[in-house]
């Protein structure tokens, strides 16, 4: 198997655990903000600081960091102008002449003399003779059609334009600057509650999954979530949980993924798991199904050999963890001189070991294997065949491949092979390529 790499997405912090958590359990349910423009931000979710013990800003970043996740869905409340320099959102609105800035205007009912081309307001054309331009001193006939009302609009003290509409600027009351309405920030809030599809996943992802990894740490084994591991096609492949166990004498790796759906899962999914692994290349499979498996999908797990975990199971195995069968394995280098002294070994990790065991192979041939080693971890059950071959001189394809054929025919995959003096070039690349793992040592007490 090729090196997982890691790729846990920001794990939801605690805190952000917990609201979920309380968002499950109905303890909260639609979360609301509230306007508040004491506080910088305008706006606040009182309660979820109360509950969470955070202040304002680290409410809203959870919130949204849950919603960029897709675990809360959002539904807009509200939008707030904030001043793009100093956020404050004690905005107020001032009007301006669009062609001078200046806020010096007034407004009334408009005219324009059309000779002159002069426009102003009425009362600029009011004089003691009557109605007169103000630009040219004619006065202003309505039967001759030379002026017309152009209705409410605003005249600029300063550059004496006349306009429909002012313009809207924004003044902060905090440091003073005005900002044109384009340029002003717009910052929307929203209410949030739980996503329901979520649900199912979100109750596994708690408590149980920790649950999980932390069984098989005890275990010895180390785990990657979320791994990213090439497969042989070269294609990449994202495994829930993989879990990496070496021995010394082998590396055992168990894939599990996990499959939360609201409904039972379906064989199209089982078949998606099974093709990763294989293209993988590990040979211990696990589904966690919530809350189970469709009995087409059941019939497929147990051709394949995948230990399905449904609730109660999973429920049972992670009870049984508690009082831990096994003492935590002191980590010991592996090394051995002798058969009996790699038995020991193999005993002290947990193994029950059989020497010349004479096991019935699915073909139905009998085969004799020099170590056959068995462990049950609560959650699989391990077996690796050790074949130890000695000659005068390195030892060939034909030992390999005999060694090899048997472990196929019993059904055991974690194979190693102890060679003395050792191999030759094509055994031992007829062996990596069957992932034997291979011992050569120049003598074996
Ligand atoms: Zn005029
Ligand atoms: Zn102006
Ligand atoms: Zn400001």
New binding site residues.
């Given amino acids: 198997m090729n090196k997982p790499v890691s790729n846990t997405p920001p794990a939801l912090n605690e805190k952000a655990m917990k609201l979920v958590a309380e968002m499950l359990a109905g303890e909260i349910t639609d979360i609301r903000p509230q306007l508040d423009f004491t506080t910088e931000m305008g706006f606040a979710y009182p309660a979820i600081e109360q509950t969470l013990k955070v202040n304002a800003e680290e409410a809203v970043s959870i919130l949204e960091s849950l919603a960029a996740q897709d675990i809360l869905k959002e539904d807009f409340f509200d939008r707030l102008l904030h001043c793009p320099r100093c956020r404050s959102v004690h905005l107020r609105p001032s009007t301006h002449c669009p062609q001078c800035g200046s806020g010096d205007f007034a407004r009334g009912i408009a005219s324009k ?1 059309v ?2 081309e ?1 426009s102003g307001l009425e009362e600029e054309f009011v004089t003691d003779k009557g109605h007169v ?1 103000p ?2 001193g ?1 006065e202003l006939r309505t039967s001759f059609g030379n002026y017309h009302s152009l209705g409410l609009m605003y005249k600029c003290h300063n550059c004496y334009e006349v306009f429909s509409q002012p313009e809207i600027q924004w003044r902060c009351l905090k440091c003073g600057t005005l900002t044109p309405q384009n340029k002003v920030s717009e910052v929307n809030i929203y209410c949030y509650r739980l996503d329901e599809a979520k649900r199912g996943w979100l109750e596994f992802e708690l408590k149980p999954k920790s649950q999980l990894i932390e069984f098989l740490k005890k275990r010895g084994y180390e785990v990657t979530e979320n791994a990213i591991v090439k497969g042989r096609s070269g294609a990449e492949h994202r495994i829930d949980i993989l879990a990496a166990r070496d021995d010394g004498i082998v590396t055992h790796d168990i894939a599990i993924g996990v499959k939360v759906a609201g409904d039972e899962i379906g064989l199209g999914e089982m078949f998606d798991f099974d093709d990763k692994v294989y293209d993988i290349g590990i040979h211990d499979k696990i589904l966690v199904a919530l809350p189970g498996l469709r009995t087409e999908a059941e019939e497929f797990a147990r051709r394949q050999r995948i230990k399905v975990l449904e609730v109660k199971d999973l429920e049972t195995l992670l009870a049984s963890a508690a009082p831990q069968p096994d003492k935590e394995i002191e980590r010991e280098p592996f090394e051995f001189k002798s058969k009996s002294q790699l038995i020991q070994y193999l005993k002290r990790r947990g193994y029950e070991v059989k020497e010349n065991a004479e096991v019935k192979g699915r073909s139905g041939a009998a085969h004799n294997l020099d170590i056959l080693a068995a462990r049950d971890d609560g959650i699989i059950i391990q077996h690796i065949a050790i074949g130890i071959e000695v000659s005068g001189e390195p030892l060939g394809l034909d030992k390999v491949f005999d060694f090899d054929n048997k472990a196929y025919d019993i059904g055991t995959l974690d194979k190693a092979f102890i060679a003395v003096p050792g191999l030759t070039h094509e055994a031992r690349q007829f062996a990596q390529r069957q992932r034997i793992r291979v011992f050569e040592v120049k003598e074996l007490g």
């Fill in positions: 003399h000779p002159c002069f331009c630009k040219c004619l």
